[in-house]
């Protein structure tokens, strides 16, 4: 088994000082934290490397296709004032790389340059406070009511950002508490621990739009919702109770929110598995 | 321990016997045996018309499978029969056989998952100890991940299986369906080289293939390349696609959405190894790619032939024996078989 090496930076990445470093490796992306103009300026960049596996044609046509329609939701987000990281950069056919791939048997691939998201991803903050609680058990009934309504505000402010960015007629397209941020408000130093006990003050920011798309479908939207669902019910299990007051907040954001509430019924009888035919 | 596996779910009727050796060695295939029901260029072969081919080979198949194996009936300690997913009628001539055979030798009857018997066929002949699973073939799609006693779904077709839209599209240009139409598809993609545009439907882990046979069966009906007698490597016009760039394209397009759900399922379970199972499955153009990909992950393909790849008697057998150990039995009451039947209904109990 070969070790495994992330693919080749591309330029004018490769002049960075200092250079680019890897956060996460997903399927189709790689995330670095890289810096814009100044170098106090922290910016992420999203690079879709090209995949050898398919046909160039295809694979263009593809990464092409994901990364615009990635930042055209972005910056439609951003002008319609719903917390999203803003593109700094693009690029979709990144130059200069074409004669070192070829040596290296890969074609560059295309990136996005965006603001940087101070803070944690929401799945963390929850992590943290269901250990807590888990460890704290002969709390009183009054401090655990207390931490249940600190949990459902953070749910009422994310059914917010949820109903806005639909509000946007903007699908996400894979909705879970990894995909929120919760970004310090700048007054004060707000994500700080108690503890081992998670702040649950700040932004609640929406990022990696990789598989988002417009749309203005009751389908779509209630899809988006029953993954939100799905993805706090399978991970947060202690959160699943308040999944109503998301639903509370979508509701306050978003006037459409009723038809897609009904829908979101109808999708949740259904499943997202059918019994497989044949 | 020795089983005999009976699988009928579609049409290939399949009897395999299996060794598990008592001193714990590593399981020995005794006997392979498969007819298949061929039906005519430019169709596809109907339930009544399989059931009918299974009903009069089944027993010839049986005979000799324990005539390859060398074993007698006494050797024999269960049957395994495919209890399902698959086609109706198919299914219930080797239930049915299956029964007789349990009631005639009094032997206990394992019912199978044939989903299962591929990824547990799969995992012997490879060695691969904990993949993630590509099941392609005529009726299935999924993305597979093994988790606390599941073979959990991470992905599937939302409407008909891979090999169903390349069989369709086999029909379409009336290929030949002997040995398979997947198969004489991937010889003519080999002398395609052009590229067409067809729709990319990946949706998360899931993918369609409907909306994809349609678009390539218009291409072929608006060029004039469907249907008997039609040269496969040129059309009158240059410009124009060939039947061999229309079978190259519709390769390309619907193995690259395979291969994107599969690295996103690795990425989301953190694995590196990939295991391909499923008629589609030799395909040797999927291989490659699935390949290239594991490759640039720092990780590893395992993929089988033919004979371990099509549906099989002995992956029923595998499968159904590593249940028969922990304690199933399917009592003759019980042993119907179902069309519809998920692969994550089924309860590992033999895996940790």
Known sequence: MTEYKPPPLPSPFTH???????????AEAHLYKTTYLTPTTPAALKIRPSKPYRHPILDRRLTRQRILQEARCLSKLVREGVSVPAILALDWEPQGQEEKDALEGRAGGAWLLMEWVEGLVVRVVLERWEGWMKRNTQMGEEQRKGEESRVRYLLRRIGHVVGGLHKAGVVHG??????????????????EEDGGNPSMEGEVVLIDFGLAGHSNQDEDRAVDLYVLERAFGSTHPRTEPFFDELLQGYHEAYRGAVSTLKRLEEVRMRGRKRSMIG | MIGIGMEGSANKLGVGIMLHPNDGSPPRVLANVRHTYVSPPG???????????HRSWVVKLVKKALRDAGVSVKDVDCICYTKGPG????LQSVAVAARMLSLLWGKELVGVNHCVGHIEMGRLITGSTNPVVLYVSGGNTQVIAYSSQRYRIFGETLDIAVGNCLDR????????????????????????????ELPYTVKGMDCSFSGILAAIDGLAASHGLGGQGKDDESNDDDDKPTRADLCFSLQENIFSMLVEITERAMAHVGSKEVLIVGGVGCNERLQDMMGIMARDRGGSIHATDERFCIDNGIMIAQAGMLAYKTGLQTPLKESTCTQRFRTDD???????
């Open chain 1, 174 to 191: 894979d909705l879970t508490t990894s995909n929120l941020m919760l970004r310090p408000t700048a007054a004060g130093s707000s994500v």
């Open chain 2, 169 to 196: 599209f086999a029909r379409t240009l009336h290929i030949s369906n002997d040995p398979a139409p997947g198969y004489n598809i991937e010889q003519l993609a080999k002398k395609g080289n052009k590229l067409i």
């Open chain 2, 87 to 90: 086609m109706g009628a198919p």
């Open chain 2, 346 to 352: 089924v309860f590992v109990k033999w895996r940790d």
């Open chain 2, 43 to 53: 169709e596809g072969f109907l339930p009544k018309d399989t059931a009918r081919h």
């Open chain 1, 16 to 26: 960075t000082t200092p250079p680019p470093t890897l956060l996460t490796q997903g």
